[in-house]
């Protein structure tokens, strides 16, 4: 398995995805956030999580960006993107992002840091499964890169008082 590099672009896209998190919580959503860029790091749409209540239950970032771009883009183009967002992307997300067909993703901190951060919140019962478990068992190489210690405490500055 190669080890892939984080670039000076990962960092600086990945704390526009705390910008955007941040944006989410001012409004009054769960503080997450996330992009997709292109191979030149030319962002193409930017998402934070929207409300999600009983009814409505997959607000998540991830997810809805993955439902805007799959009707912007073709799979061909989504391929050469990459996604990136504040924290690793649950089973939901990693799915939309599979069936989407975006190649590479670049997260922030860990489902499990994050879980570590909510705790046993209602609003976020984290799954304690990888996106690497949930890629692998598809039939896609996705690139994965993460949690990016030089990204973290912009994304848990964010998080800060929110959970508790």
């Not at 001012?26 to 999580?49: H, K, M, V």
């Not at 997810?63 to 990459?82: G, H, I």
């Amino acid at each position: 398995m190669t080890v892939a590099t984080v670039t000076k672009k990962d960092i600086r896209l990945l704390k526009r995805c705390a910008e955007i998190s941040r944006e989410a919580r001012e409004s009054g959503n769960t503080p997450f956030g996330c992009l997709l860029a292109d191979e030149e790091g030319n962002i193409l749409w930017e998402q934070g999580n929207v409300e999600i209540t009983e009814s409505a239950c997959t607000g998540h970032a991830e997810t809805k960006l993955m439902e805007e771009v799959s009707r912007r883009f073709s799979k061909e183009q989504l391929w050469n993107c990459t996604l990136y967002t504040t924290a690793e992307p649950c089973a939901m997300c990693s799915g939309a992002i599979y069936w989407g067909n975006v190649g590479r993703v670049v997260y922030g901190i860990s489902e499990k840091a994050l879980g570590e951060l909510t705790g046993n919140h209602p609003q976020n019962p984290t799954l304690d499964l990888p996106c690497r478990d949930v890629f692998a068992r598809g039939r896609k190489p996705i690139a994965v890169i993460g949690p990016v210690p030089e990204a973290a405490e912009g994304i848990l500055a964010v998080h800060r008082g929110y959970w508790s």
